[in-house]
């Protein structure tokens, strides 16, 4: 994947002001990494959360298009912004990205942006994703992400994208055992879902949740949904 310094483009401020900023001696594109935020026993989660919902909400499209565009770390960033701000319009900049990495650790933040928009364009990237990903019981890069995130939005949209991938002997059950061979960790759809639902939750506690969609159910219901609007945390 080529990438561009953001300098090349007007726009070299980008990298120290939302990639490289500290916090208890660690940049933010590792704390996203290592989702070190969620840890009760990290001191700077108050800060670190209120100034990246800050970022995400005050910076531009022609900056994240900066950032995309460059390398991996920037990219992660980029992805944590767009999906804590719901940025939907950048939804076919993030499937690109996600269907074009290979090894790429950039891969798990534009999976969170596609959980956090929570549609069934959404689905449809994620599922394309585990379609390419999943025979590849070589390679262990986006796969537990995008499965997870998947998982969510079957749970929000009333779908089951997820069941051809998950049921007993079937894709996801062939790829964990390939690359648990090469010394990776092997994890349960179940544990996958609630890490992403960990995630999209702690990002709806800063944020304005998303309203949630009907589900086929409600829909065959005449789109009435029992128990009225969730409210905002």
Same mark, same amino acid.
């Given at each position: 994947?080529? $990438?561009r310094?953001p +300098?090349e ?6 990298v120290?002001s939302?990639?490289t900023?500290?916090?208890?001696g660690l940049p #933010? ?7 070190r935020?969620?840890s ?5 989660t108050t800060?670190f959360t #209120?100034?990246l919902?800050d970022?995400? !909400?005050?910076?531009?499209? +022609?900056?994240l298009e900066?950032l995309?565009g460059?390398?991996w770390r920037s ?7 767009i999906g804590?701000?719901r940025?939907?319009?950048f ?6 990205? /996600? *269907?074009a @990495? +290979? ?5 798990s ?5 596609l959980? #956090?928009?929570?549609t069934?364009?959404d689905?449809?990237i994620?599922? $394309?994703? /585990?379609?390419r990903r *999943?025979? =590849?019981?070589d390679l262990?890069a986006d796969?537990? @992400?995008?499965?997870? $995130?998947?998982?969510r939005l ?5 779908? #089951?994208?997820?069941?051809r991938f ?6 996801w059950d062939?790829?964990? +055992?390939?690359?648990?061979r /090469?010394?990776?960790p092997?994890h ?5 879902l609630?890490? !992403?639902d960990?995630?999209c939750d702690f ?6 949740p998303a309203?949630k969609?009907? $589900?086929?159910?409600a829909?065959? =219901?005449?789109?009435v949904?029992r ?5 905002? @945390?």
């Amino acid at each position: 994947m080529q $990438s561009r310094h953001p +300098e090349e483009i007007g726009y070299g401020h980008v990298v120290e002001s939302y990639v490289t900023r500290m916090y208890g001696g660690l940049p #933010r594109y590792l704390v996203l990494g290592g989702q070190r935020f969620l840890s009760p026993r990290w001191w700077h989660t108050t800060r670190f959360t #209120r100034q990246l919902v800050d970022d995400a !909400t005050a910076i531009t499209d +022609e900056e994240l298009e900066a950032l995309l565009g460059y390398e991996w770390r920037s990219r992660l960033t980029a992805g944590w912004l767009i999906g804590v701000d719901r940025r939907e319009r950048f939804r076919t900049r993030v499937g690109d990205l /996600l *269907l074009a @990495a +290979e090894a790429d650790y950039s891969a798990s933040a534009y999976c969170f942006a596609l959980a #956090r928009f929570g549609t069934p364009a959404d689905a449809e990237i994620l599922t $394309s994703c /585990l379609d390419r990903r *999943l025979p =590849r019981t070589d390679l262990y890069a986006d796969q537990p @992400a995008a499965l997870g $995130s998947l998982l969510r939005l079957d749970a929000r949209l009333g779908t #089951r994208h997820a069941d051809r991938f998950t049921e007993p002997g079937g894709p996801w059950d062939a790829w964990a +055992e390939g690359v648990e061979r /090469l010394g990776h960790p092997r994890h349960t759809p179940a544990e996958l879902l609630r890490r !992403t639902d960990l995630l999209c939750d702690f990002a709806d506690g800063w944020t304005r949740p998303a309203p949630k969609p009907f $589900s086929r159910r409600a829909r065959a =219901r005449g789109g009435v949904v029992r128990g009225g609007p969730r409210r905002p @945390a």
